[in-house]
């Protein structure tokens, strides 16, 4: 099955609407009819293709109609075994892929720059994370992936280890070394499982990195929604080899995804799956050109630098700016936001806009987005002063407390400014991009207390931290 220009499930749910069904089931909105006045104007549309599991229109959980036709488009268009949508977004699939490959107490090596759901999964498990630390990038200021020679020695270190969990690309759209460190890991019979939840699109090849799943990676999670038009919570993952099994996998997935998926998320990932896999070349010199035109005018701004990829190593769809005025990334982020144009997310120095995967003649306001972005950043002046950034100081480590431990401690309040070596009570994540900076269970050490306090002076949002605000932490009590 090669056809990429069908969309069979979109597809069926349309020649439903259109025998203008009378509902006697569920939803209760009745196919938009039940709804508020005032709502009509932007549901009423979506909710006649917000059906059930209806005659034609096929269970996510048992498929085989139009949505095993579909997800077998889907697995064509990626070259994999097996690829399943995803209605609960990247988040379930990786705590299915983490279930399904991990059992309770098994080392498991983690990128420790990885998104807060990987750890959920791993708590849900209670597995013994390994936490293997990111290079850094002192021009970027920001972690990137993970070195060959640090995986060499943490395999090393734990040859036991039942899987080798990594983030690819990262946040801000950054490559690394991964087909070296999927080889490493497969040479010991590792599985390696990939949150590729910015990656969906990179299977249209150069200039984009390749995709973890071109590279070799045993399963994958993708966040169709991210980048590809696919409505939020739209999600693939992907299993390509033996290493992992594939029965718990489905089991896993059965458990945590909604009984009642909905259909309109369903459709807009088999129309994503269609808008990518009909990509042409002419598509991809469009796109780049319209980049390249945009990068160049922000460059030109002397209150910000346009960062670049080392080596070339990055998606073009991220751009990344850095302050080189007295304001930070949260500070710009602000003023743009007065503009009406809103960012992905900011860090203390950066900010970082994702464009659109625009096909060939389609539009987007580059131009009056500029023309804003100029006069927001107008008068500010150039500001060189050094800043030391902290990293960490180990580049493998373990949770102070595992987490079937945890849960018979005690837990009490501490000044941050006293936490220094107790060991965190709470996981505390700056949000975007949803990288926890302390987990609970590990160990305060200084460049984590001297990332936080930066983060707090600068202005950073977090999920969990309720007491930061009040100088204070959540520690356990250990003695």
């Known amino acids: 099955m090669n056809n990429q220009s069908k969309i069979p499930l979109y597809d069926a749910l349309i020649q439903h609407i259109n025998k203008r069904p009378v509902s006697f089931h569920v939803p209760g909105h009745k196919y938009g009819e039940v709804l508020q006045p005032e709502a009509h104007r932007y549901f009423?549309?979506?909710?006649?293709?917000?059906?059930?599991?209806?005659?034609?229109?096929?269970?996510?959980?048992?498929p085989e109609?139009?949505?095993?036709?579909?997800?077998?488009?889907?697995?064509?268009?990626?070259?994999t075994r097996k690829s399943y949508f995803l209605v609960n977004g990247s988040t379930v699939g990786n705590l299915a892929m983490i279930m399904a490959a991990c059992?309770?107490?098994?080392?498991?090596?983690?990128?420790?720059?990885?998104?807060?759901?990987?750890?959920?999964?791993?708590?849900?498990?209670?597995?013994?994370?390994i936490f293997v630390e990111p290079e850094f990038n002192h021009e970027w200021k920001i972690p990137s992936g993970i070195g060959l020679e640090t995986v060499k020695e943490s395999i090393k270190l734990y040859p036991?280890?039942?899987?080798?969990?990594?983030?690819?690309?990262?946040?801000?759209?950054?490559?690394?070394?991964?087909?070296?460190?999927?080889?490493?890991?497969h040479r010991h019979n590792i599985p390696v499982l990939v949150d590729e939840a910015h990656g969906p699109h990179l299977i249209l090849g150069a200039p984009f990195p390749p995709s973890a799943l071109q590279l070799g990676a045993d399963i994958v999670v993708q966040s169709a929604h991210k980048i590809l038009p696919a409505m939020t919570m739209g999600s693939y993952l992907h299993i390509s080899s033996d290493l992992i099994n594939r029965k718990k996998l489905e089991e896993y997935l059965a458990m945590f995804q909604s009984s009642s998926p909905s259909y309109p998320i369903m459709a807009s990932l088999d129309l994503a799956r269609n808008y990518l896999g009909e990509y042409t070349?002419?598509?991809?010199?469009?796109?780049?050109?319209?980049?390249?035109?945009?990068?160049?005018e922000l460059a030109n701004i002397p209150a910000i630098k346009v960062l670049e990829y080392p080596n070339d190593n990055g998606d073009p769809l991220k751009i990344t700016i850095q302050s080189r005025c007295h304001l930070s990334g949260f500070e710009l982020q602000r003023r743009l936001e007065e503009s009406a144009i809103f960012t992905e997310l900011a860090d203390p120095n950066n900010l970082l806009f994702i464009l659109p995967l625009l096909k060939d003649g389609q539009s987007f306001p580059f131009e009056e987005t500029l023309l804003k972005i100029k006069k927001a950043l107008a008068g500010?002046?150039?500001?060189?002063?050094?800043?030391?950034?902290?990293?960490?100081?180990?580049?493998?480590?373990?949770?102070?407390?595992?987490?079937?431990?945890?849960?018979?401690?005690?837990?009490?309040?501490?000044?941050?400014?006293?936490?220094?070596?107790?060991?965190?009570?709470?996981t505390i994540i700056p949000y975007p991009p949803g990288i926890p900076l302390l987990l609970k269970g590990e160990r305060i050490t200084i460049d984590k207390l001297s990332q936080l306090?930066?983060?707090?002076?600068?202005?950073?949002?977090?999920?969990?931290?309720?007491?930061?605000?009040?100088?204070?932490?959540?520690?356990?009590?250990?003695?």
């Open 160 to 185: 036991d280890a039942k899987a080798l969990i990594l983030t690819y690309p990262n946040y801000y759209g950054l490559g690394y070394a991964l087909q070296e460190i999927i080889n490493e890991a």
């Open 453 to 479: 306090s930066r983060l707090i002076q600068t202005g950073a949002r977090f999920q969990g931290g309720a007491l930061l605000k009040d100088g204070c932490i959540k520690i356990f009590c250990t003695a």
């Open 103 to 129: 059992e309770e107490g098994a080392k498991v090596l983690v990128q420790r720059n990885c998104h807060k759901s990987i750890l959920n999964g791993l708590s849900l498990a209670k597995a013994d994370p």
């Open 44 to 62: 009423q549309k979506i909710l006649k293709i917000d059906a059930t599991e209806l005659s034609g229109l096929d269970d996510l959980h048992s």
């Open 65 to 79: 109609g139009a949505i095993l036709e579909a997800e077998s488009l889907l697995a064509n268009l990626y070259h």
């Open 380 to 426: 500010l002046s150039v500001h060189t002063a050094h800043e030391i950034v902290e990293t960490a100081s180990q580049k493998i480590s373990s949770l102070a407390i595992p987490f079937k431990e945890m849960e018979n401690l005690e837990i009490k309040e501490l000044p941050i400014s006293i936490a220094l070596g107790e060991v965190c009570a709470e």
């Open 281 to 296: 070349q002419e598509d991809v010199t469009f796109l780049l050109t319209g980049i390249r035109r945009f990068r160049d």
